[in-house]
């Protein structure tokens, strides 16, 4: 298998529409994420674990289409179904939209790393898609760190 390289960058997300198709429990944690980031989100779910109802996005309870895709420039699919992830994501490439498919690395244009937000300052730390754990491990005691020292700034 092809190793994986991914160019770690931030996004300008700024007014910019995200779609994410799911609703599941893998769908409710990149919600999670994504919520601290941006209000501008849809998700599209024929059902919605609980939580979803807290998060400041728009819920869409459908089975996803193509349709949906119109005027989004990312989209997180995490549908728990393999074969309409990659359905999506082959739409996606046809539509020129960036895409990250949940649990599965090799069909992302993107992957969303482990994450410290404080204030203005954001660490990502990422294992190009090779070990989540780690990543999350990392940005912990990072974000640790970054702690003791706003608290020794203050």
Known sequence: MER???LPICINITR???????????AFHKASVLSRFTENVRVVAPEFHTGFELLPFERVQKVYEPDDLAGFFLVYICTGSERLNREIKEECAR???LASVCDNPALCDFTSPAVHKEGNVTIAVSSNAQSA?????????IGELV????IKLQ
């Open 95 to 97: 539509q020129g939209i």
């Open 4 to 6: 994986l390289q991914f």
């Open 16 to 26: 910019k529409n995200i779609l994410l198709v799911g609703g599941g429990r893998v």
């Open 133 to 141: 754990r780690q990543s999350i491990d990392i940005r912990n005691r």
């Open 147 to 150: 702690k003791t020292e706003v």
